[in-house]
């Protein structure tokens, strides 16, 4: 029986335990829109992309559609605010599963911010359209 007591220390010293299958450690690196409620780098992606289409210099394009970005998601934000929503256009206090409506889990994709947003209240887009175009 002693001997069957060390065998079975053994075996479990030499095996270790086992490793959980189901979680991935590094889940918030993969998936960065997670960590920052949606805003990922892709705007920055987006942006050098429509650069490179229209001829200007990718730092040019880069930072001027950085600038229209920032100055309509100020836009968006007050305007919820001011109805007394989140940042994702839903009442305050709502509760996301995985912190975040912007990503589904069942597909991996992940939804832009403002055109969430916008689907959801298009007033909003009006209303900082109209602001935008002055």
């Not at 650069?51 to 970005?69: F, I, V």
């Not at 599963?97 to 403002?114: C, H, M, S, V, Y």
């Amino acid at each position: 029986m002693r001997h069957a007591l060390a065998f079975l220390t053994l075996a479990l010293l030499v095996t270790g335990c086992p490793k959980k299958t189901g979680e991935n450690p590094d889940g918030a690196v993969d998936n960065p829109s997670y960590r920052d409620g949606g805003q990922s780098g892709d705007a920055g992606e987006t942006a050098s992309a429509g650069a490179a289409l229209s001829g200007a210099t990718p730092t040019e394009g880069t930072q001027a559609q950085d600038g229209e970005r920032a100055t309509v998601e100020a836009c968006v934000d007050r305007w919820l605010q001011a109805h007394k929503m989140d940042r994702y256009g839903h009442p305050e206090g709502t509760m996301y599963a995985g912190g975040t409506p912007l990503f589904n889990e069942a597909t991996g994709e992940t939804k832009d911010r403002l055109e969430y947003v916008f689907a959801r209240q298009p007033e909003a887009r009006k209303a900082c359209a109209a602001k935008d175009a002055q």
